[in-house]
């Protein structure tokens, strides 16, 4: 059973440079999300969804754009890359009611 | 804004010690508060969960204890291992229109000592 799967595992991106962090779930959840993880600040909410077609804002949303077009793709893309999105980037799925949500093995991005 | 405020950022127990971390949330239409723990080059995991019904939970050496007059809950590590070493992060769940959303604390690295 392999969960919550993201690739890559680890990128470095120029600035302005785009990419897209793939992430695929197989246990049927409805709700998926994408965190971001900084030293000392916690995982802080950049997108989440309810559902297939579903998407909405989190906390940190600037800079990112997302998609749902099946429930078991939540992708994100960076546009134009920059500094500050460097980060380890963990996605996330949540079964039912969203009340557990199993964790990625995170995507370690640095903007050089 | 912090809707989770946890503490404190680390902490050094040693091994069969008590660790005890705290958190404090504001909104009350939180529901669900789950603990997570992270090892280094790894994803969160869920730990132990706890609704606001309920004072106490307990799932082998964790305890979750939690104050909802003073919007307060904490996570009790009894008989601390090496092996416990890691990043514990506490949660909130919204109900409502952040259905399934959660709030983060900070997290605190737990070391404990052989």
């Known amino acids: 059973n392999a969960g919550v799967t993201q690739t890559p595992k680890f990128r470095i991106l120029k600035i302005g440079q785009s990419m897209t962090l793939q992430c695929t779930q197989d246990?049927?959840?409805?709700?998926m999300y994408w965190y971001r993880q900084d030293p000392g600040m916690g995982l802080k909410l950049i997108y989440y969804?309810?559902?297939?077609?579903?998407?909405d804002k989190g906390e940190v949303p600037n800079g990112y754009n997302v998609s749902r077009s099946t429930t078991e793709d939540f992708p994100l893309r960076l546009e134009l890359a920059a500094p500050s999105q460097t980060s380890v980037y963990f996605c996330?799925?949540?079964?039912?009611?969203?009340?557990?949500?199993?964790f990625g093995q995170g995507t370690r991005l640095t903007v050089v | 804004q912090q809707q989770v405020k946890q503490s404190p950022q680390s902490l050094i127990v040693q091994k069969g010690g008590i660790s005890i971390i705290n958190c404090a949330y504001e909104?009350?239409?939180?529901?669900?508060f789950p603990w997570y723990q992270q090892f280094p080059g790894k994803g969160p995991a869920l730990l132990i969960a706890?609704?606001?019904?309920?004072s106490e939970k307990k799932e082998g050496r964790f305890t979750i204890s939690f104050n909802k007059s003073a919007k307060q809950f904490s996570l009790h590590i009894m008989d601390s291992q090496p092996g416990d070493s890691a990043t514990y992060f506490c949660?909130?769940?919204?109900?409502?229109?952040?259905?399934?959303?959660?709030?983060f604390g900070r997290g605190t690295q737990l070391t404990v000592w052989p």
């Open positions: 996330a799925s949540g079964g039912g009611r969203g009340t557990e949500a199993f």
């Open positions: 246990m049927n959840h409805n709700y």
């Open positions: 969804s309810v559902g297939a077609g579903i998407t």
């Open positions: 909104n009350t239409a939180f529901d669900y």
């Open positions: 706890i609704r606001p019904d309920v």
């Open positions: 949660a909130a769940k919204g109900r409502g229109s952040t259905l399934g959303r959660l709030y």
